[in-house]
């Protein structure tokens, strides 16, 4: 009798460790796909698996059940300078000062006369949901 005992106790043990590693894992994978670190100067909208939408403007870890999202910086500047290339326009390898970097602008007045503006335009996206 205590043979059996003792297998049924070893049978009892296993089982609940397996729904223990189980339910571990289960945990890992929600808490992996589920957190992500808003950085200071980004907005980020955030899609989750039941379809809501939601912005977040707040620096720190955030927490959205399998959620995807996306960051966009608070504010961007384009500039038009001399110097920059017209097929060079890569916003993510420009400086942190500048979003994107344009050739001068070419403007011909009504009299012929040709002229190569410079200009810089700085854009903020709205921190509010309904904006954003």
Do not use: C
């Not at 809501?52 to 500047?77: I, L, Q």
């Amino acid at each position: 009798m205590s043979e059996l005992s003792t297998k049924v106790t070893t049978n009892g043990s296993i089982f609940k460790l397996a729904v223990a590693a189980v339910i571990i894992a289960v945990v890992s994978i929600v808490s992996l796909n589920s957190f992500f670190y808003a950085e200071p100067g980004y907005i980020y909208h955030v899609r989750t698996v039941l379809g809501d939408e939601e912005v977040v403007t707040e620096v720190g870890y955030k927490f959205y059940p399998f959620g995807r999202y996306n960051s966009w910086k608070r504010a961007m500047t384009v500039q038009a300078i001399q110097g920059a290339s017209g097929n060079a326009i890569r916003a993510e390898k420009d400086s942190d000062n500048t979003s994107a970097s344009l050739p001068p602008m070419s403007i011909m007045f009504l009299d012929q006369v040709d002229a190569h503006a410079q200009a810089t335009v700085r854009f903020a996206i709205p921190s509010d949901k309904e904006s954003f």
